[in-house]
């Protein structure tokens, strides 16, 4: 269950909606005037509660739930405890992800501007927007329609953001565009100065950087991950990537559509990866290599040349991944041989 | 000696009031009534300063140091040099640490609410609170007795914070409960949403993150350090838990007690970690693994799999440390062959 | 060619003052009085844009060029389409970066306190500063002149800034001493408590920490990037350093004059490097080692050893380059041979 402190739950719905909205079916139709209050983890479920199972490891979890209903795929139908209505789907965690989305709609923003927000000169604000308080909003910066921007949020002058963005508290968002319904999340910095010099024994000296930042529709942008501006030409993030915290993208990387970046992660200046590329946790890539479409990245791994689509690469640095299992293994054997 | 313009000591204190706060024997009574005015180190302290020794590593400095009194262990006290008073501890650095809040207790908060600072209906200050310029405090918040919340920061509507919690500036507290005597430093982001979508090829659908972050008493979290809230459920930090900066903590984590966390270490979404772990720096852990209690994760290592209680682990993937190091050496040895 | 909504190009500037600026030769005096309005990438540069060739790789994209001038290294004049007139330069990217600074000087800050900014008594803000909405100066502050203070940016009692400092949106500054020039990107914490503790089983017990940071003139600092004071001393940053985002530099670090620390590097505590090091992305360094000045450390390399002036290291725990690559090569022959 929830804390209603924090969440109010919409509902409750009948089996029947419940069904509809998750692109399910109802096993038992005598049941779909049913109805249930809330989503819950298997374990955690009770009777007014719909809970899913989407990974086998769970079935002991899924055998003794008490959750009076539950989204499953329809070949594990009969683990199910008798007392436990199935809604069944080919997708049950995206089946649950809708039915957790018709519970708990993304909260509506009141409209209006806080008295101690700061709108620059020349700034537009479209319909329904919301400004909390202490947000700066440059002079000339342009807001789509029924943004949230957070308490203390910096959009940069002359900055454009789409419709139905959401920005975090504290962060600062400089020399871009940004797209429709992205999500960007507390202390996120966006648009300063890429890492660009010179170098020299009596000083390194700065390239001024002179580009943007272009975020594309449906991007996620985690708390205070970094990305850099351009220093000629932009940085580009594709639509409907989902970027996890604390990531570092550098000027002019070009990253595809649909990726997902995870944690830590860092990219160096000018890479470009294409579309639904997955880059696991604290992998580094580094300047100027291409990563091409589909490729998967493995956590802490290396990369310091080009990807073809469609690789899994793994290690320090990147090989595909049975290479890198086997020198693992390999290596392994041979130190126990010597160790004996 | 400290910068005056920043720190303000207290004292002077007597050699013996130094014995009984230190938790150290003043090896000469006759040198009891001498007078201390500072903490410093070996290498740089004078007559009125008292110092320690910790490490073995230091002795040359100990041996040469000006300060007038110092702690260290008993079986060392025969190379100490002669001006120096000696506090006899088995403890030395928990003595000096000691010492030192006592000549520099934790400043007071001079209690008040900033003439700028938002504080929404329905929030409550317990007494003594300190709201500095621009913190903005949500609806029905509720801050315990003693707090310090910093310039700038954001205690999200309905977040619970304990007595004593210090926030620093910037930080932002959403969906959370925090403990008695947390400290928060500046930029951490606690509680926004975690990583958390059903993947697909036509777009990436996010699951709402229903859950809350739960921090128990005396954990300290480190600067621009995220943390985010549960999908279904909590992420929660043990009471006295320690985490560095820049570290990543992914939804459904649940640390134990007394944990330490070194600086940009990642722990993914839903891993188990017991008490008193020690996490080195920059060490990755995937999602969905345990780690059991007073287990040691060496810098940089992945960790992929389960860690049982007490193992000592290094690598990527991690391995026990005496494995490790068998592999290095041996693999040396090997190019070091083929390369004659 | 920059986005006009951002970037207002001076000039424009005829091909001799170019050279000038450049400190490069105009190849052909004939077009001394030709006339540039801006600077471009040699794939997007037109017949008024100046581009540059550094990098041989990128020869074809010259050929192909439609830049009106280039800066190009003498021996590669020959290379160039009969339409782009050159500027010849020993350092073609030193050259285009001071004719970029030229385009694009980086804008003066007009002087002025912000009516929201908050300054505390006893701070003094030098001539020509500029403070933007919602910063706050602390008490006893001195802020030299022309500085220029980002929105909700904190300035800690008594911290001490030189001139022409630029501190970004959001960043904290707390028990420090900046030098002149240096710019501060969004986000970053400087001067927090260390990570220090006595560590027990009945608890952690903190160590206050009253040291300072300490950062000499021209140092470039990225966004996000952490670095503690001092425990007893100070945390040092040496001149004319470059340090890139979400960077982690522990408490009593010393860094050398002239060094690059690229994004997402860590440094622990009490750690001194050299002058003139480069630590490329991710690496970590562990506490309490010395690096020698011109050392060079390789992405993602794991450092717990002192390193020797103009060593080259690389891998984890880091060897000298040549060494690590012969391992990597050995190991991959060897599981090629086994998998047979």
């Known amino acids: 269950m929830t804390d209603p402190r924090f969440y109010a739950a919409s509902g409750p719905f009948t089996l029947a909606r419940l069904a509809e909205i998750a692109g399910a079916t109802a096993q038992d139709v005598a049941a779909s005037e049913a109805v249930f209050r809330d989503v819950a983890a298997l374990d955690q479920a009770g009777p007014e509660d719909v809970s899913f199972l989407e990974d086998r490891r769970l079935l002991p979890a899924f055998r003794a739930t008490g959750a009076g209903a539950c989204v499953v795929r329809p070949e594990l139908a009969d683990q199910a405890p008798s007392h436990t209505a199935l809604l069944l789907s080919a ?13 708990y709609p993304a909260p509506e ?14 700034a537009r604000l479209g319909e329904g927007c919301r400004i909390e308080a202490f947000a700066v909003v440059g002079a000339n910066a342009e807001i789509g329609s029924r943004c949230h921007i ?19 508290a504290g962060a600062s968002l400089l020399f871009c565009e940004i797209g429709d319904r992205v999500i960007v999340h507390p202390g996120v910095r966006i648009g300063q100065d890429g890492y660009g010099y010179v170098l020299g024994s ?13 975020i594309a529709e449906d991007v996620e942008i985690g708390a205070n991950t970094t990305i850099d501006r351009g220093a000629l030409g932009d940085t580009v993030i594709g639509a409907g990537t989902k970027i996890d915290n604390l990531v570092q993208i550098g000027h002019n990387v070009r990253l595809g559509r649909g990726c997902m970046v995870v944690s830590q992660v860092g990219i160096s200046g000018s890479t470009v990866i294409g579309d639904f590329v997955m880059i696991a946790g604290q992998a580094g890539l580094s300047g100027h290599v291409r990563v091409g479409d589909g490729a998967r990245i493995g956590a802490q791994s290396g990369i310091m040349r080009d990807i073809g689509p469609g690789e899994t690469v793994f290690g320090y640095p990147a090989m595909p991944y049975k ?3 086997r020198q693992v293994a390999l290596l392994a054997r041979l130190a126990k041989k010597k160790g004996q």
């Open 91 to 103: 997708e049950p965690y995206r089946s649950f992800a809708k039915l957790a989305a018709a519970f």
């Open 109 to 122: 923003s009141a409209p209006g501007v806080h008295a101690s927000a700061v709108v620059e000169p020349g």
């Open 150 to 168: 957070g308490p203390h949020a910096v959009i940069g002058p002359s900055a454009v953001l789409g419709a139905d963005v959401r920005v975090g």
């Open 202 to 214: 009596a000083g390194h000296l700065k390239v001024p950087q002179l580009g943007r930042v272009i």
């Open 323 to 325: 290479q890198y299992m």
